[in-house]
């Protein structure tokens, strides 16, 4: 949230604690894999807000094809902060493993069940989708993979979260966040 609403000053400073995370090796892979997963996402900002945006045509021979400088610009930054959202779920998936990310978002979840939010199916679903993902096979062709036949050994998956206890610094941890995203919002 804080890189979507952010100013370019605190947008840089953001880029500066992302890049310092991109020193450590786990961070490095998952955000290079969160990066080639978005590339035609990021292409696609980037080629909308340039064409779609009015203003100084960027190649003025081109006439009317052109894209805009403005267009540009504001799709680069579209980008840039779409890139430091990756950033930050890179460092949460690199610094904690699957279950007790999934265990969180189930705990912060509880407010929304005075809401008929049902967040056990929420997590279940989430668990799954990422093992999923996780045990996809990686072929070279995608139309193969999707014409291949589904095992036979397919078996329903039995899933559960060890519970965690609730520690004092996670209080702080979500005080802290709330604070920044006051300060950000102002």
């Known amino acids: 949230m804080a890189a979507e609403r952010a100013a370019l000053t605190t947008l840089s400073v953001l880029a500066v604690a992302a890049g310092a ?63 430091l959202m990756l950033a930050g779920l890179a460092v949460l998936f690199a610094s904690t493993d699957r279950p007790r990310l999934i265990y969180g978002l189930y705990v912060l979840a509880k407010p929304l069940t005075w809401l008929g939010f049902d ?41 559960s979260l060890p519970a965690e206890r609730w520690q004092s610094r996670d209080s702080a941890v979500i005080l802290a966040a709330l604070v920044l995203l006051v300060i950000a919002l102002i």
Do not use: H, N
């Open 21 to 83: 995370a991109f020193l450590f090796i786990p961070v490095r892979l998952q955000l290079l894999r969160l990066l080639r997963r978005t590339r035609w996402l990021l292409a696609v900002l980037l080629l909308t807000y340039a064409y779609i945006l009015p203003g100084e045509p960027l190649w003025p021979a081109m006439g009317w094809a052109s894209p805009s400088i403005e267009g540009a610009q504001q799709g680069a930054l579209r980008m840039s902060r779409l890139m």
């Open 119 to 159: 967040r056990r199916a929420l997590t279940v679903r989430l668990g799954l989708t990422l093992d999923y993902v996780e045990q996809a096979p990686k072929s070279a062709r995608w139309l193969d993979a999707l014409r291949a036949p589904l095992p036979d050994d397919a078996q329903p998956t039995c899933y």
